[in-house]
């Protein structure tokens, strides 16, 4: 089985900063796309930022130049800082993992971390 660990979020000043960790833990399996996607109240989940096996990066508009994901494969760790943090990015961040284990494709979600930017 292969679980997901979530971990920095909370509330913080608008203008301010946070950063965001997800660990997969488990074994006999190769991770292929990590991500981060966002709910708040009312709204669909979407998309904020994802990162493939070989790096490349794609974010939503609404993030562009403020967020950065990175990875270090080693730890099967995804990150996500937040910069210039503005209250419309409130909302539960829910980490996203794609991998094969034993050749089969499995999606697996974090338990989801609540980020709230005040005015």
């Known amino acids: 089985q292969v679980q997901l660990v979530e971990s920095g979020g909370g509330l913080v000043q608008a203008g301010g900063s946070l950063r965001l960790s997800c660990a997969a833990s488990?074994?006999?399996?190769?991770?292929?796309?990590m991500a981060w996607y966002r709910q708040a109240p009312g709204n669909q989940r979407e998309l904020v930022a994802a990162?493939?096996?070989?790096?490349?990066?794609d974010y939503a508009d609404s993030v562009k130049g403020r967020f950065t994901i990175s990875r270090d494969n080693a730890k099967n760790t995804v990150y996500l800082q937040m910069n210039s943090l503005k209250p419309e990015d409130t909302a539960v961040y829910y980490c996203?993992?794609?991998?094969?284990?034993?050749?089969?494709?499995?999606?697996?979600w974090g338990q989801g971390t609540q980020v709230t930017v005040s005015s």
């Open positions: 996203y993992v794609d991998l094969f284990r034993y050749a089969v494709f499995t999606r697996y």
């Open positions: 990162i493939t096996s070989g790096g490349s990066t």
């Open positions: 488990g074994s006999s399996f190769v991770i292929n796309t």
